[in-house]
């Protein structure tokens, strides 16, 4: 099973940013990132079909968030701008299970599909 580990959560006032990285023993061919708040559900943010431009984001991304990778580092990161009260949650990198044939950023967080570490805190406040 492929490990990560999340890093660069903190607490950023609102119209901040923050870039996440995560740090894979292994790139698998698709790679992505989801939160969860408290008493949510899982929200997907971003996948990046590995070493590709592909991305694919959730709706409520509004460009605000950029996905990317450095596969030499096999560094993945999430680069966060603009952000708002309702993107406090904690972030979690994920990757395709072998099992998993796709890559939809709509089933981010399910474990059948993904696995992933620890997570970081992200907190937005005014």
């Known amino acids: 099973q492929v490990e990560v580990s999340e890093a660069g959560g903190g607490s950023v006032r609102t119209g901040g940013a923050l870039k996440l990285s995560c740090v894979a023993s292994?790139?698998?061919?698709?790679m992505g990132w989801f939160r969860q708040a408290p008493e949510k559900e899982p929200e997907g943010v971003a996948v990046i079909v590995t070493g590709t431009e592909h991305t694919e984001y959730g709706d409520f991304m509004s460009n605000r968030f950029t996905i990317s990778q450095d596969l030499a580092k096999k560094l993945m990161y999430l680069e966060m701008n603009n952000l708002q009260s309702d993107d406090t949650a904690m972030y979690y990198c994920?990757?395709?299970?072998?099992?998993?044939?796709?890559?939809?950023?709509?089933?981010?967080?399910?474990?059948?599909?993904?696995?992933w570490g620890q997570g970081t805190q992200v907190t937005v406040s005014l």
């Open positions: 994920a990757a395709q299970r072998p099992s998993y044939g796709g890559c939809s950023v709509d089933t981010l967080g399910r474990p059948n599909f993904w696995s």
């Open positions: 292994e790139f698998v061919s698709c």
